[in-house]
């Protein structure tokens, strides 16, 4: 049967940046699941461009455990690789291509283990979820967790393998991306006072984000078991104005925050959009009526923090040999399956200081340990009730 290696070798051949479709790596993961007699499930977006993929082995019925990755990859464009993105190349112990450590090594363990999972009946039920556009948002697998949240037959938890050098991790921050846009009046410059400069509001507007962010970073609002332990806000494009003598009459920018699982990132948008509402919109319509400030959600997903005290940690600790637990600074999809009653953690192989980088890898050492992970796993599962 295919290892860990082998596997992951064809995963990486699939270019799944986000941008493009990921159903040929969905296709490949179904017909190899069903040649061990398992059906999947294809849950696709609109325009039938993408799938999630979820197929369940074992009992039928509520409980047991969900392994779960994202397929989509950041692009490799732009950045000085030395060797083949869509090609993997061993070097060192080391294997080298996009997606290696984020995260097609882990989806290469699992499906590695299916063969293990087979071999005895299982006591509970083992789900394998595949997802789309994680990498834009966590869009894609919405679907699914709609779908498992009104199923009689649910899991009771979601081990995802995002890298984190197989440690045990039980939390991350949620995200809110935001843009905004201001609309105000041009005019010639020789004459400002007499239109609504656009950068200058959007100026204030960013100024303001800077003054919420700080109450976000008081030492009463920390939380230490994060990096950083507060919220962040940050402001990460801006656009606005045509030439120098002309009062802009646009400007753009987007903004994120990254919230502690205990906040909640929509006060942060809510507190701008008043302030510019209550005090911003009144002066510029004071000059013309028809300027405006208008906001538009990017992308949101919710943070995560699963109680130490849990099943799903105890299970955690047993598969990873620790009890060690941390957090990551990166987001996952593990608040929306924790939202719809599927209590989450993350173990995965690689580290996300390659993920995201040229020459991202995945070591040798890394696999292995992920293939031990899940053996334990399978021996959990295989248990007698």
């Known amino acids: ?14 270019d799944t940046t986000s941008r493009e479709s990921n159903l040929a790596l969905i296709e490949f993961v179904r017909d190899y699941l069903a040649g061990f007699g398992i ?44 060797v083949p993105p869509f090609s993997m190349t061993e070097r060192d112990g080391k294997l080298y291509g996009r ?68 440690r045990p991790v039980l939390g991350h921050k949620g995200k809110l991306a935001m843009r905004c846009q201001v609309h ?13 400069n656009a950068i200058e509001y959007a100026a204030r507007l960013i100024g303001r984000l800077g003054e919420i962010g700080e109450r976000l970073a008081a030492p009463e609002r920390q939380d230490t078991r994060f990096d950083p332990p507060y919220s962040t806000v ?17 400007c753009q ?45 990017l992308s949101a997903y919710p943070g995560l923090f699963t109680d130490a005290r849990s099943e799903a940690a105890e299970l955690l600790a047993l598969l990873s040999g620790s009890r060690d ?5 990166f987001g996952t999809e593990g608040g929306l399956f924790d939202e719809a009653g599927i209590a989450t953690v993350i173990c995965g192989p690689g580290s996300m200081d390659q993920g995201h980088k040229p020459d991202e890898y995945v070591s040798l050492d890394q696999l292995a340990q992920c ?4 053996a334990r796993l399978v021996g959990w599962l295989q248990q007698t009730a």
């Open 99 to 166: 997606g290696t450590a984020d995260m097609k090594g882990y989806i290469a363990c699992v499906l590695a283990t299916v063969p293990a999972f087979l071999a005895q009946p299982l006591r509970l039920p083992l789900h394998i979820a595949i997802s789309y556009d994680e990498e834009i948002g966590c869009l894609g697998v919405r679907s699914l967790v709609e779908q498992l949240r009104a199923s009689p037959e649910r899991p009771a938890i979601c081990l995802i393998g995002e890298p984190t050098a197989m």
């Open 1 to 14: 049967m295919p290892d860990s290696r082998a596997l992951l070798e064809k995963l990486i051949a699939f």
């Open 371 to 374: 293939d031990a992970m899940l």
């Open 234 to 250: 940050q402001t990460g494009t801006i656009s606005g104005g045509r030439a120098l003598n002309i009062v802009p009459a646009e």
């Open 253 to 297: 920018f987007d903004f994120e925050v990254r919230a502690l699982p205990a906040d909640d990132p929509q006060q942060v948008a809510d507190e701008l959009q008043d302030y510019a509402e209550r005090e911003l919109l009144p002066r510029m319509r004071a000059v013309q009526a028809d300027t405006a400030i208008r906001f538009t959600p």
């Open 325 to 329: 637990f941390s957090t990551v600074a």
């Open 39 to 82: 059906a999947s499930q294809l849950l696709f977006n609109a325009e039938r461009t993408k799938a999630n993929l979820h197929a369940r082995l074992g009992p039928a019925g509520p409980g047991g455990v969900m392994l779960s990755g994202h397929s989509d990859v950041v692009p490799a464009d732009g950045q000085a690789w030395s």
């Open 184 to 196: 105000g009046a041009a005019c010639h410059s020789a004459y400002a006072p007499q239109g609504v």
